[in-house]
């Protein structure tokens, strides 16, 4: 450990120890600051120049920046005005002047010193500090990294730099002593800045190594800085405060001057950070928001402007974590662990896990970007990698906002870790990053993620929280510690080593070392835990224990559990011995204090209650006459108790309760008398102020009377003055609620002083115990103090903790704000009498850390504090004797501590205290007695029971006449009835009591199930052999993985079966015969047309067919020889194509052969450093997966196949046993019949096991639930139930019914059967009869000895059949077995090969990223190239257009000669003339022009008509002096041909200026062409660059696969290399082939033998074939030529001349005259066919009128009878009425029949309505047997 400021003899640094500081600040600053020069050792102030340089336009910049900073920032706040506006002139000056890269402060002038009082001697070193054992592990970004080896983070009011090598402490002490916010580092890691806290706090910038201040930034926030950050190129700091202002400010820091300034936010901001890709953008975070900032350039001047994040639909979220994208977007992370996606202030998309599981469990405390990959760190302790462009490209897809991913990698750090922070060591050639961990410790670990990735290391563990307690050995250097983060820890404070710690399930919040009275070798601690349990440890040296002899690695301590009670239920908070070590004392905030005898092993004496929460106990020192202990209460009560007796082991043994009611407790009630001291003191002031006056007035009257001054007029001056009126003392105030007692001491018997906090803080009070009073309530006792002390600058920060030096003349004092505080006493001064001068210093944190316990060595030299910012500071005790080195000692363990049994440890929280488990125990004792009189009662109840039952039997046994009715015993009906309806209603109670229960396991259950079963295919099934030990046991099949999921077949790819396609094609085909066959119904119309193609066609018909049929085949032959030409000719055509030249090579052949020059003879292997790996031999991830898929896939069917073969012999053996449980039923029956020496053993049945049927392991039954029920209660170590409880269990479990018998007695319906049909073939066994047996005649003697042949031999046929069985199922498994072992080879074979894949996919994966950037560079290299080609190929093509072009016009012009030519003709006297005119040149305007000017062309004429004269070329001319003018024709000349020659000129000018033009194209063409082509030659350079570092690349990535160890299982006789006839050691040399591969390699080489012969041969044959057809070729070019003569003779003489075979052939008939006689003929046709219908028209109608004629005759016939017919009705008619009266005269049988049916009606009503009458009058009397009515008889 060493100051920054130690004198070096190299570095010649500073001594910076000595200097003063103010008291209220905590150190002292001087208003002028010195400042010294790097280059030389003056010191300057700062009104000297030779520091500081001129610069104006610097000045002017940094003006117009502060101008609008300040309108922007404080021009509104009028809050500002007045804090600032000192400052803004002091700015303004300073704005003047730069500050020089070379200044520097002075470190001794700007670091914190101690405060002493004035007038002490006391030396400001006082105390030293030595060592630092805390980390504030929950301080935000509290962890940075300087160098490879350097690491430093905040401690309290220190910064601490540690060496990770030497783990040697720098310290750097805060300026203002009141703390530090945060810390930052530069880029370049060469400056830090030190954000502190307290008033107008300031960032101070270190040089690093250097460690000197470089530069002081100030007014930057109010109270404390929350974080701080540099940008990208470390030019610009931008920090934000905290509480309660919030300013982010944006620094110039080289020059100290802020840019810009405004408010963040109206909440706490975590976070503020630059953008690393655009200075001009930042991003602050923190409770509830998050915001984007952007420097813009307005207007007034430079500004932030800032907009806030919308959350949306999504929950708002505090954000820890966030990182700023290169494209200006946003990833943030969450509160429950998704990342969040922010662009132009929105919420994108949000990124979760599969399944919507989240990215952490937890919030994202960290995002970075690291080589191209996310790195998100969580509370949860995972680091997990993440693809950076799926998340750069992501969107939502739904409208839920979520998008799936999955991370990369990911790490687990261990368990109960919870990352804050990490930081990227700068190792080459590494991936370490060094992680703050906020359950107290700094890690590094390793994110290469390869197959050499180092595990997480631990570098340093530290406790997290607050320290509860601290204590101190009394015989060396060892201090323990213990925390709410349940651990206890062990140190060695003199050599500054950590020895050991253990963890417990509670925290610690009590410690107290046994002193050496009790345990001499000082080795044991008693520790106190949140539970109320108490730990007594033993600490020794394991290095002395004999079981450790030959380890190499030794641990410095260890800590063994020697006891474990619990006396309390709640917080331990205080521990103390006895001065004498018989007694221990325990006080928690249960309001108990116990007591334990310590020499018998801490028994239990007894305990006290408390008026309040106990928070010290002290024991009276040696010096009181008395051992009593002070007992002091949160609430403002202090107890003194005496020494407790202890009672005999007897005695106690009876005692129902440790509470011990006969002390004689003296208490202590405080009340506030603040208000009365300070009112005192203000009386006291104002006495010694009127003392002061009267003083001074007489003083004046002496000099007046010396003076010889008027008396009177003074004393009436004087009476003026003192007639002013004095101002009230102050009221007399006592606060509401118990005054809050923090600490306090005995300082004599019966006295003792205490501290307060809240509104009595200030003073310590000396109070003074009353007489004990056992009639008083202490609870209305007012006691006051009799002494105190005033305490300096303590209002508001109260003395938390007080102890004394070993000689009593210093006292130690702990503060709230975290400093310590030391008093020098005189010796005995118990009165606090000489407490005056004191010491002070700024330790812990001034916010959160309080000072939780503070001690001394036992030899003074030490001084060690604990508070609740984690943090633990040694400090050396000044002394004028320099220490050397020390090392604790570590006790050396006790003779067989290793053997000694560990008492059981207490770890449930909810376990029953001392007191707890004593009245539990008496409890438990009364209601044993309890039971034993319910049980009492209970028999009583069953004698009454047994009797009851007795008369029940009497009574069956009277007469029916006489017996009683079974409800004439129930003395009332209403007793059963509400018995059974209380019943339901406990029953129904239970239900709803236990339905949270119920749905909670059933969730449980789900869980578990979802989690360990789900994922499984099938239970593992174990089938057993029945006559061995074999077994065959199925495969734990887990579901398939995403990789054989993913490239499973669907249903839909698969390819259909031929009975699938057969059913699909019956089923189409009958499809379509039902669509067919459903439409009968045809129109009459295809009917009536179908009729007409049938019928016979006419003369003229035919003949129109004919010459049709005639002209359409000449038509069609005229086509078919032309088409026949044209074929014969594109044949021809592609032939002369095809023909390849005489220098024609194959590309294929030529290629073949260029791979021959090359590779033949020399197969790289893939392990050659100049390996080309062929582009179908290129692997990547995905390919991998798919090998992966197939490879699962695979395994999975053959292990799913293996489990169903499995299944099946279980279900062998299951119908075996069904099978062999009839066959034994049978033989049982048999052997009834048989006499006892004939019979043969019956063979066993076997049994299923219950392995063999795993899935009925969660059937039950009652008999398991009550077994289960009883294991329960006897691992609870409850006694067994009452009876009352059994018999309500017996009857309550009527309702379980077992799922399935036992596995011995499985049976089936198919078993039964077979059994009832067994038996029924089997020999019936003979009844018992009642009288006696006959003697059997011989005929039966003869039968009997048949049937016992015959049961003897089924009785062996049977046994043999079950044998048979047995032997086959045997069998049947040990070839499934066999099966099993081949396929369990394959099966680790397949997992070998599987973890190979594996690992090849995730190196795939690592180099995907790379090989994709690569791929990409050769793909848009290879596009460039394949662009400028085409651009080449068509400027070519544009190049050979333009060309002909050219060509063309060449063309045009010399046509246009030849014709001007024919047009002078012979003999032309103007030829030359003429000539001339056509070929001078002339100057024409461009036509541009000449349309734009339309009014001067007759003067544009006449100019070009002037220049052309004068430009007109003499060579042409006939001589250079002849001048002849082309605008008059000549005399005599053809004016015709003079206006020729005049327009061919103006057509020769425009082909030049076309070919001028074109020629200029074509020159251009030509410069865009070279400049393509040298384009082409740089693209296609750099893609054979890019190109060939891909293939470097792939080679690397094939080298690293090739690194990758593959195991590869070999018998002996597989190993072939061998020297010497033994195997060598070293096989790195070897190479392994398969079989199959050296098979091939075999045949190969018969192979190319075979083919070199053959390709020699083929090669023979095919010259010879060579050879043949030349001679062919020519033969046949004799044979064409003999034939074509042939043809011309033939010609010549057929035609006279030779003609066009092909246009002969291809003539044809004159078909217009064809068509007209056709459509002639036709309409003939119709013609005649239209008469025939019209004469076939007038014979229908004649038809039709014969028929209706005929129709009409008819109907008159028929009306003619109808008319008769009427007339013969109407007579009959008449007749009728005549004798209807006849009818009616006599009576009718009906009514008769009527009238007897509804009298037997009647008669039947009457005999119901008496039976109803009955059945009443029987219902009315009391128990009336009632019978069904009498049914009448039909």
Not at 295 to 302: I, V
Not at 321 to 347: C, F, R, T
Not at 1245 to 1273: C, G, N, S, W
Request: with cysteine; charged share 30%; proline share 4%.
């Amino acid at each position: 450990m060493k100051e920054p400021d130690d004198q070096d003899a190299d570095g010649g640094k500073s001594d910076r120890s000595k200097s003063s500081a103010d008291p209220s600040q905590g150190s002292s600053q001087t208003t002028s600051r010195s400042i010294k020069v790097a280059d030389t050792d003056e010191t300057l102030t700062e009104g000297e120049e030779s520091y500081l340089e001129d610069d104006d336009s610097y000045e002017e910049d940094l003006e117009g920046s502060y101008s609008s900073f300040q309108d922007d920032a404080y021009g509104r706040d009028p809050r500002y005005m007045e804090i600032h506006g000192s400052a803004a002139e002091e700015r303004e000056e300073e704005v003047k002047r730069r500050i020089s890269e070379n200044f520097y402060y002075d470190y001794l002038e700007l670091a914190s010193i101690p405060y002493v009082s004035l007038g002490s001697n006391i030396p400001l070193d006082l105390l030293t500090l030595v060592h630092s054992f805390g980390y504030d592990c929950k301080k935000r970004a509290n962890l940075q990294l300087l160098d490879g080896s350097t690491i430093m983070y905040i401690a309290g009011n220190q910064l601490i730099l540690v060496n990770l090598k030497t783990k040697e402490q720098i310290y750097l002490r805060s300026s203002g002593g009141t703390g530090i916010g945060v810390i930052g580092v530069h880029p370049d890691k060469t400056y830090f800045a030190i954000a502190e806290k307290g008033v107008c706090p300031k960032i101070i910038i270190y040089e690093y190594p250097s460690l000197r201040p470089y530069r002081i930034l100030q007014d930057g926030t109010d109270l404390a800085y929350a974080y701080v950050d540099f940008n990208y190129s470390g030019s610009l700091l931008a920090s934000v405060g905290g509480n309660p202002d919030h300013t982010l400010t944006i620094w110039n820091w080289r020059q100290e001057q802020p840019i810009l300034r405004t408010k963040a936010f109206s909440q706490e901001v975590f976070k503020v950070t630059f953008n690393p890709e655009d200075d001009q953008q930042l991003t602050t975070a923190g409770t509830g928001h998050i915001k984007f900032w952007e420097m813009a350039l307005t207007f007034t001047g430079l500004k932030l402007q800032g907009s806030l994040g919308r959350f949306g639909k999504t929950a708002t979220t505090d954000i820890e974590g966030y990182m700023q994208l290169p494209d200006g977007k946003v990833l943030s992370g969450s509160e429950w662990g998704n990342m969040l996606v922010w662009e132009a202030g929105l919420i994108k998309v949000e990124l979760c896990r599969a399944a919507r599981k989240s990215c952490h469990q937890g919030p994202i405390n960290q995002i970075m970007l690291d080589e191209g990959e996310v790195i998100t760190i969580g509370s949860d302790g995972c680091v997990r990698i993440w693809d950076f462009e799926t998340i750069d490209t992501a969107d939502s897809i739904n409208e839920t906002g979520l998008l799936e991913i999955e991370p990369i990698n990911e790490l687990l750090v261990d368990k109960n870790v919870k990352l804050f922070s990490m930081i990227k060591m700068n190792e080459a050639g590494n991936n370490f990053w060094l992680a703050q961990d906020s359950s107290g410790a700094i890690w590094k670990l390793d994110l290469s993620f390869s197959n050499i990735t180092q595990d997480p290391e631990c570098l340093f563990s530290f406790h997290s929280g607050p320290i509860e307690a601290l204590a101190v050995s009394p015989l060396t250097y060892l201090m323990a510690t213990t925390a709410l983060d349940c651990s206890v820890r062990i140190y060695d404070f003199a050599s500054k080593t950590p020895l050991t710690s253990v963890k417990y399930k509670q925290g610690g919040t009590a410690l107290a070392w046994v002193p050496r009275l009790i345990s001499f070798t000082g080795a044991q601690i008693v520790v106190g835990f949140e539970d109320g349990v108490v730990r007594v440890l033993e600490l020794y040296d394991p290095k002395g224990l004999t079981i450790f002899a030959g380890r190499k690695k030794y641990l410095d301590a260890d800590l063994h559990l020697k006891h474990v009670f619990k006396p309390h239920t709640d917080h331990v908070t205080a521990l103390a011995f006895e001065r004498d070590g018989e007694i221990l004392a325990t006080g928690s905030k249960d309001k108990t204090v116990f007591f334990f005898e310590v020499e018998k092993d801490y028994k239990p004496i007894g305990y006290v209650t408390t008026p309040g929460p106990v928070c010290q106990l002290a024991w009276s020192p040696l010096s009181h006459p008395e051992s009593t202990l002070l007992i002091i209460c949160e609430n403002g009560y202090v107890l003194e108790a005496p020494l407790p007796t202890i009672k005999e082991e007897a005695v106690d043994h009876d005692v129902v309760s440790y509470e011990i009611k006969d002390m004689h407790i003296k208490c202590f009630h405080f009340s506030s008398v603040k208000s009365k001291i300070m009112r005192f003191i203000e009386i006291e002031k104002r006495k010694k102020r009127k003392e002061l006056k009267e003083r001074e007035k007489e003083e004046r009257r002496k000099r007046l009377e010396e003076a010889g001054e008027d008396e009177d007029k003074d004393s009436q001056e004087e009476g003026e003055e003192g007639d002013e009126p004095e101002e009230p003392l102050p009221e007399i105030f006592v606060p509401d609620g118990p005054c809050h007692i923090l600490c306090g001491f005995y300082s004599a018997p019966g006295k003792f002083w205490v501290s307060l906090g809240g509104y009595n803080s200030g003073f310590l009070y000396h109070c003074e115990f009353p007489p004990y009073d056992k009639s008083s309530d202490i609870t209305k006792r007012k006691d006051e103090p009799f002494d105190f002390r005033f305490l300096e600058d303590t209002e508001d920060n109260p003395i938390k903790t007080i102890i004394f030096s070993i000689n009593q003349d210093i006292m130690f004092c702990g503060m709230q704000d975290g400093a310590i505080r030391l008093y020098i006493l005189s010796p005995n001064d118990s009165s606090l009498t000489t407490m005056e001068h004191y010491w002070h210093f700024n330790v812990h944190d001034n916010t959160y850390g309080c000072v939780k316990s503070i001690s001394t060595s036992f030899d003074d030299r030490f001084f060690v504090t604990v508070g609740a910012d984690s943090n633990i500071f040694v400090f050396n005790i000044f002394s004028v004797y320099e220490l050397k080195s020390m090392k604790a000692k570590v006790p050396s363990p006790r003779f067989g501590i290793e053997t000694e049994p560990i008492p059981d440890d207490i770890e449930d929280p909810k376990a029953f205290s001392i007191e707890d488990a004593r009245r539990k125990r008496e409890h438990d004792k009364l209601m044993k007695e309890v039971a034993e009189i319910k049980a009492k009662k209970r028999e009583q109840l069953g004698a009454l029971r047994n009797e009851y039952q007795k008369l029940l039997e009497m009574n069956d046994q009277l007469p029916k006449h006489m017996q009683f009715k079974r409800t004439d015993f129930d003395i009332d009906s209403k007793i059963r009835t509400d018995i059974n309806r209380r019943t339901a209603f406990k029953i129904q109670q239970v239900e709803k009591e236990l339905a949270w229960e119920k749905e909670k396991y059933q969730l449980g259950l789900t869980k578990l199930r979802h989690r360990f079963r789900d994922s499984l295919e099938g239970d593992v099934i174990v089938v057993r052999a029945i006559q061995s030990d074999h077994k065959v046991s199925s495969y734990r099949l887990v579901k398939p993985s995403k990789y054989s999921k993913s490239k499973r077949p669907s249903h839909f790819d698969r390819r259909a079966s031929k009975m699938e396609r057969f059913e699909k094609e019956g089923a189409g085909r009958k499809e379509s015969q039902r669509d067919t066959g459903g439409s009968i119904s045809v129109p009459e119309e295809s009917i009536v047309e179908k009729g007409k193609e049938f019928r016979p066609k006419t003369l003229s018909q035919i003949m129109v067919d004919n010459q049709i049929e005639k002209t359409r085949k000449l038509i069609l032959k005229a086509e078919r020889a032309q088409q026949k030409i044209h074929q014969r000719k594109k044949e021809w055509d592609e032939l002369y194509k095809s023909k390849p030249a005489d220098d024609y090579e194959d590309p294929k052949d030529v290629q073949a052969i260029k791979e021959a020059q090359v590779y033949m003879g020399d197969f790289n292997l893939k392990t050659a450093p100049d390996y080309k790996i062929p582009e179908h031999m290129r692997i990547n991830a995905a390919k991998k997966e798919e090998e992966l898929g197939h490879l699962d896939t695979m395994t999975h069917s053959k292990k799913m196949h293996l489990n169903r073969s499995v299944v099946s012999l279980r279900d062998l053996k299951v119908a075996v046993i069904e099978e062999i449980q009839c066959l034994v039923q049978e033989l049982k029956n048999i052997q009834a019949t048989l006499p006892l020496s004939k019979r043969i053993p019956i063979p066993e049945v076997p049994q299923i096991h219950p392995e063999e049927v795993p899935e009925k392991r969660f059937h039950y039954d009652e008999e398991i639930l009550l077994a289960f029920k009883q294991q329960q209660v006897k691992t609870k170590g409850k006694e067994a139930h009452s009876v009352e409880q059994t018999e309500s269990t017996s009857a309550g479990g009527e309702f379980l019914r077992p799922p399935y018998r036992k596995s011995g007695h499985l049976t089936t319906r198919d078993s039964l059967a077979r059994s009832s049909k067994a038996s029924a073939f089997g020999i019936d066994v003979p009844k018992f009869m009642e009288f006696e047996k006959a003697e059997p005649i011989d005929v039966e003697v003869e039968i009997m000895k048949r049937n016992e042949i015959k049961n003897v031999y089924m009785q062996q046929y049977l046994t043999n059949r079950i044998k048979e069985l047995i032997v086959t199922f045997d069998a049947e498994l040990r070839i499934l077995r066999h099966q099993k072992l081949k396929l369990d080879i394959q099966m680790k074979l397949s997992d070998l090969n599987h973890v190979t894949l594996f690992q090849e996919m995730l190196l795939l994966k690592n180099f995907e990223k790379q090989e994709n950037i690569l791929q990409e560079s050769v793909n848009s290299l290879d596009k460039e190239e394949q662009d400028m080609q085409w651009r080449i190929s068509e400027t070519l093509k544009e190049m050979e257009e333009k060309k002909n072009e050219v060509s063309r016009l060449q063309e045009q012009e010399k046509a246009l000669y030849a014709g001007f030519q024919a047009a002078l003709g012979e003999n032309n006297k103007f030829a030359n003339f003429l000539t001339k005119v056509l070929k001078k040149r002339v100057k024409r305007v461009k036509r541009k022009e000449a349309e734009g000017d339309a009014e001067d062309d007759e003067d544009s004429d006449e100019s070009s008509e002037e220049e052309s004269s004068l430009e007109s070329d003499e060579d042409e001319s006939g001589s250079e002096d002849e001048v002849f003018d082309d605008s008059i024709c000549p005399s005599h000349c053809d004016m015709s041909l003079f206006e020729l020659a005049l327009q061919l000129r103006e057509k020769r000018l425009d082909i030049e200026e076309a070919l001028v033009e074109e020629k200029k194209i074509i020159d251009n063409l030509k410069k865009e062409y070279d400049t393509l082509s040298k384009k082409v030659k740089v693209v296609a350079a750099n893609l054979n660059a890019a190109e060939e570092d891909l293939e470097a690349y792939q080679r690397e990535k094939q080298q690293q696969l090739n690194e990758l160890l593959v195991v590869v299982p070999l018998k002996l006789h597989q190993i072939e290399h061998v020297v010497f006839g033994e195997i060598p050691s070293d096989l790195s040399g070897t190479l392994v082939f398969s079989n199959g591969s050296l098979g091939r390699l075999q045949e190969r080489i018969v192979q190319l033998q075979e083919e070199n012969s053959k390709q020699y041969k083929l090669n023979k044959e095919w010259r010879e074939r060579r050879k043949q057809l030349i001679r062919e070729k020519r033969e046949m070019a004799k044979t064409i030529n003999r034939m074509e003569e042939t043809v011309r003779d033939l010609m010549i003489s057929k035609f006279g001349r030779v003609i066009d075979l092909a246009a002969l052939q291809t003539l044809s008939v004159n078909v217009t005259l064809e068509e007209l006689k056709i459509k002639k003929l036709r309409k003939e046709l119709l013609n005649a066919r239209e008469i025939k219908k019209w004469e076939e028209k007038i014979a229908q109608v004649r038809w039709e009128l014969m028929m209706k004629t005929k129709e009409h005759t008819k109907k008159l016939h028929q009306m003619n009878d109808l008319c008769i017919e009427k007339k013969k009705l109407d007579s009959q008619l008449n007749t009728l009425q005549n004798q209807q009266g006849n009818a009616f005269q006599g009576p009718r049988k009906a009514d008769t029949v009527a009238r007897e049916k509804v009298t037997e009606l009647i008669q039947f009503q009457a005999e119901r309505i008496l039976n109803l009458k009955r059945e009443i009058a029987h219902l009315r009397k009391k128990g009336g047997i009632i019978l069904p009515p009498i049914q009448p008889r039909p």
